[in-house]
Every structure is written in C-alpha cells, then in structure tokens.
C-alpha cells in the first residue's frame, strides 16, 4: 500500500441515478429510465461515509436527473454533515418550491443547470419548453439564495451562439458558466452529434468576453491548454490557475449508480472501472496498485502525436483521458489543445 499513500482524494462526481426526465440526443450515459438495481440508501448512506473517510473535500452530483430519485436530499445531508462540499448538476425541468426549500435546507454550495444553446438549439438537443424551464430555475435558485451556474455543452452547432448565449447570461443571475466539449460516447455517438468545432473560437470568445463579464467564463479541462490566457481560461479570477493534467484516479473518482467506480464518471466505458462498492469498500479500490493505472502509470513516453512534442507534455500528460479516449481512442494525445490547433 506504500506506494499509493501519495494519491490523495480530493473531488467526486457521483451519478446517484440515471433516471431523467429527458433522453437528451448526447447524453453520454444514455440516461432515461433508472437501472433497476441501483444503490439502496442504505448503500448511499455508506459510500457517503467511504468518502468521508478517504478525505474527500468535495461531491458533485448528477444523474440522470438527480431529482428524479425520492431520496436525494438525504443522500446529500449524509455529504454535508460529514463537512464534503456538494455541489448539483440538473437540467432544471423538475424544479418546484418543494426542491427549493430542501436544497436551503442543505446547505448545498451551489447548483449547476445545463443550457446548451438558445431556445430552438437547446429545445432541439433536450426537449420542448425545457429552455424556459432552465431560465426559470436559474431565476428560481438565485431568489431562494443558492449560488447558480450554468454548464455549456459545446458542438459543431450551438458554437456559433456563444455570443447571443452570453447576451441572454447577462441579464441572469449566474456567477459562473463553463464550456466544456460534447464528448462522442453515448447517445452522442449513436445519433452522430456534429461533436467536432473549432477550439480556437472558443479560446478566443472567453479571451473577449470573460474581462467584462459580470460572471466567471472558463472552459473544462477537455479544452486547452497553455495559452496566454490559460489562467483566465479555468475560470479564475486570479489569473493563475492552469491545468495540471487528468485527475481521474490521482486526485478524483466518479461513482454510477449501481456503484461502479471509475477515475471519471466522464470515462463511461466498462474498461475503466476499477470496481464495485458492493464488493469492495472505496479505500480498498483507491488504494490498489492496480487501479487507475493508465493515470498512475504516466510517464511523458506515453504521449503521441504533437503532445510528444509539446514542451508542456509533461504537466497536462496529454489532457483529458475521457474526450481523448471517445474522440480518437489515443488517451494521451488530446484533439482540443488549443496548441496543436493553431490556425
């Protein structure tokens, strides 16, 4: 075990169920209707724990839709009362008074609603009227003082909005917006998503409008890397914040809904599950020697392409595993390095 004492948990995504409201045309989980087997309370209750015990500082939860599932709110008050930040990603299309008062109650550090485009791209990608309903419960969230963002996916379409989507982001009360690239897993790949879009736009629009912003623009760590701006770019006011490479499996862990755990819960493939917590505890996968592997295992030799080349090679170890894995099966040559796609 002496070798993985320097893996230190930090952050997970949990996927509490992949029941949703929606079957969204790239959903990568191909979520809808809720497996049948997934984790009990009970089984939640204790994984709440397991994180606890690892040290774990912060929880993201999704789904599916995580209010789609009776017991979430019990779920999260067993992450706050052990001191993990939770924070909630949704699609915003459930939301009531009832949801509103119990995430106050929670003390949840903040809710994340996807909004993927104006209103005829994101209803064409999700469902009819769920723009409305995403707007409606950024409104909702802020006047019941819960911090709010908004998550983007990006593709070969809705690129080209960025602008007016900024304009329509303006007059609402967001404190931040990501960016972040639609992988080509899932329902994403089945229905062939136009995935692919210039990264060079993307940099350049958060370069133009993230100083006068009255919210933090950033991109997630699939799009970069190490350009003059890469500070601004994660989305710190600072300025100094940069990518450091894949957490998965080093600093991070994502958990499905039947207890697979993986280094990402962006890495939805069989291959990279290190294990189940219904027959293994989480200490006991996060400290094996043979988990997370592909990460732990990095030397800059495993690098292709022009990350091989790269000076910063090194440090960002090729980007993100998951896009790189889904987009062109090369883990360790990243196809959004804003560095390898210069124009």
Same mark, same amino acid.
């Given at each position: 075990?002496?070798? @993985?004492? +320097? ?31 997934? %984790? ?6 204790? $994984?709440?724990? @397991?994180?606890?015990?690892? &040290?774990? @500082?912060? $929880? ?35 939301? !009531? *008074?009832?949801?509103? +008062? ?8 903040? $809710? ?11 209803? +064409?990608?999700? @469902? ?27 593709? &070969? ?12 982001? *303006? ?18 790949? *089945?229905?062939?998503?136009?995935? *692919? ?23 997630? !760590? ?11 770019? /994660?989305?710190? %006011?600072?300025? +100094? ?8 499996? %080093? ?23 290190? &294990? ?16 997370? /592997? ?44 804003? /560095?390898?796609?210069?124009?």
């Amino acid at each position: 075990m002496g070798e @993985q004492i +320097k893996y230190h948990l930090k952050s997970c995504v949990w996927e509490i169920t992949l029941g949703c409201c929606f079957s969204c045309a790239y959903c990568g989980s191909k979520a809808g209707k809720a497996r049948e087997d997934e %984790l009990t309370l009970e089984e939640c209750l204790s $994984v709440a724990g @397991q994180l606890a015990d690892l &040290g774990c @500082q912060r $929880v993201s939860l999704l789904g599916g839709e995580v209010f789609m599932r009776g017991d979430w709110a019990e779920i999260v008050n067993a992450l706050t009362e052990r001191k993990i930040i939770v924070s909630i990603i949704t699609n915003g299309f459930l939301f !009531d *008074q009832d949801i509103l +008062k119990r995430l106050k109650s929670l003390d949840v550090e903040s $809710v994340a609603v996807s909004l993927d485009g104006t209103e005829k791209i994101h209803d +064409k990608y999700r @469902q009819k009227g769920s723009y409305r309903r995403a707007l409606s419960a950024l409104r909702a969230l802020h006047s019941a003082g819960i911090p709010v963002s908004v998550i983007t996916t990006l593709n &070969g379409e809705n690129i080209f909005c960025l602008e007016e989507m900024y304009g329509i982001l *303006q007059k609402s009360p967001v404190f931040a917006w990501q960016l972040q690239a639609c992988s080509p897993m899932g329902n994403a790949s *089945q229905n062939e998503i136009p995935y *692919q879009f210039d990264v060079q736009k993307v940099i350049r629009f958060v370069e133009d409008y993230a100083p006068g912003a009255a919210f933090r623009i950033g991109v997630a !760590d699939n799009i970069g890397y190490y350009t003059e701006s890469e500070g601004y770019l /994660r989305g710190n %006011l600072s300025g +100094k914040a940069c990518f450091r490479g894949c957490g998965a499996g %080093l600093t991070s862990i994502g958990i499905d809904s039947i207890g697979n755990v993986r280094g990402c819960e962006a890495m939805y493939d069989d291959s990279f599950i290190e &294990g189940n917590i219904r027959t293994s505890t989480l200490r006991e996968i996060w400290e094996s020697p043979e988990s997370f /592997r592909y990460n732990r295992g990095f030397t800059s030799e495993l690098l292709t392409g022009k990350c091989r080349e790269c000076a910063y090679g090194r440090v960002c170890a090729g980007g993100c595993r998951s896009y790189n894995y889904f987009a062109h099966g090369k883990l360790y040559e990243s196809p959004l390095c804003v /560095r390898n796609n210069t124009v």
